[in-house]
């Protein structure tokens, strides 16, 4: 039987599948969001959120903010700042080179009908996933990385304001901002698989049971102040004052009865800490890592506690505790916690069982040609900065040095760089700056031994990034000691950032938990 063809307007619509179906209603209900957020009235804030919104074209806000956070004097703010720039540089590529273009969407066009709004541009580019949005959120993700919530909550703040004037000013839809909103966190977050979160404070084992001597005024502290920590060269000696000075000042205001020393130029520092710690109720300390190790060594011999004030270049080992800063430690002293951590040491083989002979370090110690690198990055860092001087010093080492033959726990090795860690370090570069605890009873002991030729492009890429075990020859162990045994004559080690002459023969140890410090609250 022969049918009669239908017409088109009596032909079945093709059926859309599920999935459009759900695209169709996610678009409506993005649309009748949007209509009801750009028709709002807002007093006081439609003048601010344009502008807020403007503000942040091109990443201005954000880098603007990285910098003021970089020029602060607290190393918990400028790796937040350095964090969400990096997590900006890669938040911002994905979304406006590879996301607008496979989706293509157009931005809303907007009817002027009361109330009317400034509307700052036209659409001239794809609207899906908000660039402003995804910048907003990775900047903010990496600095809640890293910095306190009293810099990270108004910062997450201002990131919601100028993903929330996206939609207020008719640039994008709501589901534009929430897309480019969740891009920019996952990039924030993701920024950990390449430079993993520094936890603020290492755990530190409790001084149970040991009293220690407290006092208002300071009466019964004696604190040596090493002047030339932390005074960024000579250039700003006498027109700006060192960490140390300001410091020193500090103490003298909140601590008045406590005996304060300045070391003078030339004189023996050891044996002022030895003296200051013969009379001394509470042993204070003020300078970078070098001073502070050698404290530890007058601590350690007359027992008595030691507080670390923070007042050099980088003050690895008061970060760790928690003290970032001088009013942070006089408040531990005040507080009166106590806890214990762990003291390495490297000894000549040939020596005794005595502590008189032994090299002591808090943070790190290392061999080979990082001993090289830490010269030539301390040389360049004052003109050129730390990561500047780092990058450069890297290449000049690696391109001239040679490796060290040394026997290591019985095995002949060619060792380029070794890495020998006061605890179990979290980050994987050639000098790992953070730990989780400060009294695990281990020494972290990475080393590069390959054989009389290295990679040195893929060596020195390695080292920028953070991530030494790509290199060729790596290793990485935990042991409670290790015997080093270098095949040619004296062997330069590197202990807290000061480089020294040593015996070819070591063996690195630990004294768990040996050494009594005060830390702030956990």
Known sequence: M???PRSPRSAAAPRRGPHRRLLSRLGRADRWAFDRVAAARLPG???VLPRLSRSADHGVLWFTTAAVLGLTRRPRLRRGALRGS????????VVNVLGKQAFRRARPVVDLVPPIRIRWKLPTSHAFPSGHSASAAAFAAGVALEAPAAVAAPVAATAAGVAFARVYTGAHY???????LGIGALAGLGTRLVWPARPPVARVTRAEGEDVQVTDDGRGVVAVVNPGSGSGGEATRGIMPSGAEMAMGLLQRELPAAEVIVLEEGQDLEKVLAEAAARADVLAVVGGDGTVNAAAR???????PLLVVPGGTFDHFARALGVESPAQAVAAYRAGRLGRVDVAYAVPASAGSGRRDERLFLNTASFGAYTELVDRRVRLEKRLGKWPALAVAAVRTLRHSEPVEAVVDGHRRHVWLAFVGNGEFGSHGAAPTWRER???GCLDVRMVATGR?????RAVAAILVGHLHITPGYRAWRAGGLEVLASGGELRLARDGEVTGVPPSLRFGKHAKALAVFRPEA
Do not use: F, M, Q, T
């Open 2 to 4: 022969l049918r009669s």
């Open 438 to 440: 400060l009294d695990d």
């Open 298 to 304: 007058a601590a350690l011999d007359h027992d008595v």
């Open 453 to 457: 030729r290295i990679p040195r492009i």
């Open 86 to 93: 990096i997590a900006i540089a890669v938040a911002s590529p």
């Open 45 to 47: 804030l439609e003048y």
């Open 174 to 180: 709501p589901g534009d901002v929430l897309a480019g």
